[in-house]
């Protein structure tokens, strides 16, 4: 067995106009203090990343790639979140998600969904260029706003909504594929891909595309009220990243896993800082481990109450704790005795036979 790699970082949460958030040189060398070994680039902020020339131009990446070594970094992920949103947007949410999008296609659909399918495919370029394996994104939505089937949704609609998803991201997936890269769809709510259940829905609309993969999220299934372990044991061969972020959902009498639209400090379920919430780390840190995923464990930082540095400085050493450290051998092997075909058959009772 292999080990997980750590701890990593999501930028994405962190960045601001303010040292040391401001540009990438500064970041790095902060999370590098804190003792971080990789980060997580999020593609929309030119602050830290220019995706149009990253996808043609190599001496950027390499440029991009020698800001973070010189800080003692890795890349781990590109992060596309917020332009996979908008490859398939419900009109109920175009107003929204506007603005993640340039001016130049806002208020206009169609314009809007291309601009983020070129995007993913430029994405898919500059990932090459980095020479990284996987990408982080989300799969967008057209059928979020049916989620509970009242009034009764029409027959063919969950269908038709997943071959429509599927046949957007098509020619994406293919892309990904030309540039030897996963494509790992964080699953969660207000995504057409929120659980184990809708990610089978469109992987089978892709015709199993072997680049249609999972980006594990925990939190998002305490939420749900989803078996997150139980998750790795069905899906771990389509878990290529992993985001480590805490939640709690403390049952109440009042509010439930909607929410009742309240602020996140006020409801059940919530986002808390590593640690601090109910996820057993323990247990998923083993079952990856077990199943040999060999990607980055990365910190998203998400609180509803903690500061983001006190976050992001005690989720290193948290992950770091996590990690595990492989054996090449089994406890028992000090009582292991050579292979005797003579004896085997001897406890086997096979001598004895007439």
Known sequence: MQSIKGPGIFLAQFLDDVAPFDNLPNICNWVAGLGY????IPTWDNRVFDLELAASS????????????EAGLEISELSTHLQ???VAVHPAYSGMLDSFAPESVRNNPAGRTEWAKQQLKQAAKASQRLGLTAHATFSGALLWQTIYPWPQRPAGLVEAGFRELAGRWLPILNAFDEAGVDVCYEL???EDLHDGVTFERFLEATGNHCRANILYDPSHFVLQHLDYLAFIDIYHERIRAFHVKDAELNLSGRSGVYGGYQDWIDRPGRFRSLGDGQIDFKGIFSKLTQYGYTGWAVLEWECCLKHPEDGAREGAEFIRNHLIRTTDKAFDDFAATTQDEQLNRQILGLNQEN
């Open 188 to 190: 969660h709510p207000g």
């Open 58 to 69: 190599q001496d950027y990446c390499d440029e991009i790639k020698g800001i973070a070594a």
């Open 84 to 86: 996979g949103q908008l």
């Open 37 to 40: 070994k990789a980060i997580q």
